[in-house]
């Protein structure tokens, strides 16, 4: 682990000898550590992890809120909110709630710790993809976004972006459009195209911009309208 002076600290885990990803929490108290369909809770004192036996299937993604009471974790078609204290499973998605969802790949939490927002898409070359957003407490589904129709056809999106103020949401997609989006209703507020697609997004952290990662290898700032 590394603080913002780059010092580096390390911390022993034998009990966990590979994993496909890894979170950890903001008051670096705590560490989530996935592998399959197995999710651990490691505490970044102590070393102790927890086996949370969890997903039914593969982990892609997991996110602890800024206060570090919850965690959220997704993976091929199942939403799992947490309570951290004493560690529980709080709610859950199964794939019979979530109609056609295929595999959430990743997760921003809101700055009120109220909300995840979520995408959705598939690991094949086809244009099934969403934006979810979650409440927390419960793992209710509030609001479905899916991309815009373009010439009659439905791009998959590639990335999004939640702004500093949790009020818009900024998706791509594999038309090279941007799209800005209100968390409040789901309505599409404006878009624009790019000339290549948009692998990644963030928004600056006055919310007035929007920088985006180009698979064209370059890197853009545009002004959020």
Request: charged content about 25%; hydrophobic content about 40%.
């Amino acid at each position: 682990i590394q603080d913002k002076n780059g010092k580096l600290t390390t911390v022993e885990v034998p009990a966990i000898l590979s994993c496909d990803g890894v979170t950890i929490s903001p008051k670096r108290d705590y560490a989530a550590v996935w592998k399959g369909n197995s999710l651990y809770l490691v505490s970044l004192e102590t070393g102790e992890v927890h086996d949370m036996k969890s997903h039914e299937d593969q982990i892609y993604a997991a996110r602890f809120t800024s206060d570090e009471t919850s965690l959220v974790s997704g993976g091929f078609a199942e939403f799992i909110a947490w309570g951290m204290d004493p560690l529980h499973k709080r709610a859950r998605q199964y794939p019979s709630t979530i109609p056609g969802c295929p595999n959430i790949k990743k997760i921003v939490i809101s700055r009120d710790d109220t909300f995840a927002v979520t995408l959705r898409s598939s690991n094949y070359d086809v244009a099934d993809s969403q934006i979810m957003i979650w409440r927390i407490e419960d793992a209710l589904i509030l609001r479905r976004i899916n991309p815009p129709v373009i010439g009659g056809v439905q791009p998959k999106l590639l990335s999004f972006a939640l702004s500093p103020d949790d009020r818009l949401i900024a998706s791509g997609d594999d038309f090279s459009r941007i799209s800005i989006w209100s968390v409040k209703n789901g309505e599409i507020l404006a878009s624009f195209d790019i000339d290549s697609r948009p692998l990644d997004l963030v928004f600056t952290p006055d919310g007035s911009g929007l920088i985006i990662v180009v698979d064209d290898g370059t890197i853009r700032l545009w002004g959020v309208p």
